[in-house]
């Protein structure tokens, strides 16, 4: 006779620890200073829509460069990863990955690829 014994809560904790290691090593924590919250007036956290006030800390992802309250993209994430196995950028679906293809490094590069994926997806017929 064979027993199983599964402990799911030891697996999921597990992953949410890598996760959440890939998540520090993809991205860029800063403190908004009165300069940064000038720049970003009009552009709030796309998660939680406030905007971003002196003090606060952020989390830029590496990948595509989008902006978010650090707390807003660290629960939105965990509560995504409960369904989803990989951590994408809540905005352009970009992937947060250790392994960015040599084109994908440059922020710039990302952001045309997000745009052009965001295109593809709206636009089906457009595409071949």
């Known amino acids: 006779m064979l027993l199983l014994i599964y402990y799911p809560n030891y697996y999921h904790d597990a992953e ?5 290691a890939l998540l520090e090593r993809c991205s860029r924590r800063t403190e908004v200073d009165d300069a940064m919250r000038e720049d970003l007036s009009d552009d709030p ?4 829509f406030d905007a971003f006030e002196s003090g606060q800390q952020t ?23 409960r369904s989803v ?5 809540p905005v352009c ?11 994908e490094s ?13 295109l593809r997806r709206s636009h089906p017929g457009f595409f071949w």
């Open 45 to 48: 956290c796309i998660i939680c």
């Open 93 to 103: 679906s970009v992937l947060v990955d250790d392994a960015q293809p040599e084109e």
């Open 16 to 20: 949410t620890q890598n996760q959440r």
């Open 59 to 81: 989390r830029r992802l590496t990948p595509c460069g989008h902006l978010f309250h650090t707390s807003c993209i660290d629960e939105w994430l965990e509560r995504r990863l």
């Open 106 to 118: 440059d922020p710039s590069v990302a952001r045309d690829l997000a745009w052009l994926t965001e």
């Open 85 to 89: 196995p990989r951590l994408a950028c």
